[in-house]
């Protein structure tokens, strides 16, 4: 068994479940079968467990604008797909990510650089977009920083979004985060982007589950 593999999946899963910062290292040791010096063996404190978890995520991390490729609007569902994936699996950093940033700013200043990156790339894709007719060009009434910003939130916030909301009695919520995400970026597509639009959702499934 590869011990420093079995604390990282281990942990997720205790995280996922009570959250990060409702779990110790002794529940951690308990729930494994080992000694708290295995653990800080591996892990020195917390924080380096944390730092592990999400180097796991950014290796995970969705390529936003491929090169060499044809890309058309087929690849922001897939590439959302594939993201909500990864944020299934890790559930419990994008629900407390908030607390996570303030609490240890030194272990997720690599979140906050790769997101960096991938606001820059959103904007290369988007401009792709633009120049091959799939999106209305920009305008003084088009803002696609914004555009680009409210799907940044919507994808990276949607646990917490359906954490707290009544899930009961609020139809929003059943919803996938695709279809929210489809519903943000309709407006402005072109023609050539709402029929591509079309086909996409014909072969594809949008309820995407979580």
């Known amino acids: 068994m590869n011990t420093k593999s079995e604390i990282i999946k281990r942990s997720v899963t205790l995280f996922n479940k009570k959250g990060f910062f409702n779990v110790s290292i002794k ?13 800080t063996y591996h892990f020195k404190r917390k924080e380096y467990l944390l730092s592990a978890i999400q180097e796991e995520i950014l290796g995970n991390d969705i390529e936003i604008k491929p090169g060499n490729t044809y890309v058309t609007l087929f690849h922001f569902e897939e590439m959302f797909k594939k993201f909500y994936i990864i944020q299934k699996r890790y559930r419990f950093f994008f629900l407390e990510i908030s607390y996570l940033m303030a609490e240890y700013p030194g272990v997720m200043r690599g979140y906050t650089m790769a997101t960096s990156k991938r606001l820059e790339d959103a904007r290369n894709l988007v401009n792709h977009f633009i120049t091959s007719g799939r999106l209305i060009p920009e305008s003084s009434r088009i803002d696609y920083t914004v555009v680009i910003q409210t799907l940044w939130m919507t994808s990276t916030f949607w646990s917490a979004r359906i954490s707290i909301m009544d899930q009961k009695n609020n139809p929003v919520n059943e919803n996938s985060p695709m279809q929210n995400l ?29």
């Open 182 to 210: 489809w519903g943000i970026l309709l407006p402005y597509l072109t023609e050539k982007g709402y029929e591509e639009y079309v086909e996409i959702t014909k072969y594809t499934t949008t309820k995407t589950q979580y």
């Open 27 to 39: 529940d951690i040791t308990e729930a494994m079968g080992i000694s708290p010096g295995n653990f």
